[in-house]
């Protein structure tokens, strides 16, 4: 079975300009959030999504915004990037959001850097 | 917000050694779960922890939640150069759906 996959691995963009992650969760996993991890720090909880719907949303601006598909599959977004967006974003997926004995599963991850 | 804190930040073993690594929240938590994440890696999760005054082991990692629900430990016994990374406490408060990671504890292992 797969695990979380992530798309793209790796990106590079220049300031000013948007860009969009994408994630796949484990099958049967209804639930994605995601996390933006800059180096040397602890993920920083950006949002979930549960059955399609938000359930939680954290400290960053407007810029940032997601949505989750019929699939469970989920997009992230970013417009008018800045330098300070530069982190790894971490996609997790669960079976009940945040009450599951099994945690979140993470993916490996989308390495971008805003030039 | 809700914040997390753990210390110490770094902490550096012989191996054989036994390591604690101690998280607070600024809340009191529904859960709180503990992730190992190896340099260049991803978070994997290792356990939950739900009710107060709570203690699981896994082999050689012991995990307590506190009595009042806002803080929490993990020991590991015997250290190991395999036990090298960084681990997060997560909490979850209560009326929340957001999981919040600590600060994280950078272990490494010395042989």
């Known amino acids: 079975d797969a695990g979380v996959t992530q798309s793209p691995t790796h990106l590079i963009k220049t300031r000013g300009q948007h860009v969009t992650l994408r994630c796949s969760p484990i099958s049967g996993h209804k639930s994605v959030s995601w996390y933006q991890q800059v180096l040397g720090q602890g993920p920083q909880f950006i949002f979930q999504?549960?059955?399609?719907?938000?359930?939680g949303r954290g400290n960053f601006p407007d810029r940032f915004s997601a949505r989750q598909f019929p699939n469970y599959s989920s997009e992230l977004n970013v417009n008018a990037l800045l330098l300070g967006d530069s982190a790894l974003y971490l996609c997790?997926?669960?079976?009940?959001?945040?009450?599951?004995?099994?945690?979140?599963?993470f993916g490996s991850g989308t390495r971008l850097t805003v030039v | 917000g809700q914040q997390v804190m753990q210390i110490p930040q770094y902490q550096h073993v012989q191996e054989g050694e036994d390591f604690t690594t101690y998280c607070n929240s600024s809340?009191?938590?529904?859960?709180i779960q503990w992730y190992k994440q190896r340099p260049g890696g991803h978070p994997v999760f290792l356990i939950q922890l739900v009710k107060s005054g709570e203690v699981k082991k896994q082999k050689r990692l012991t995990f307590q939640f506190g009595e009042a629900k806002k803080n929490s430990s993990l020991h590991i016994t015997a250290t190991q150069t395999t036990d090298v990374g960084t681990y997060f406490c997560a909490g979850l408060a209560y009326n929340t759906d957001k999981l919040i990671f600590g600060t994280g504890t950078r272990l490494q292992v010395f042989p």
């Open positions: 809340t009191t938590l529904s859960n």
């Open positions: 997790a997926s669960s079976w009940w959001g945040t009450t599951s004995n099994y945690g979140y599963t």
């Open positions: 999504y549960y059955e399609k719907e938000e359930r």
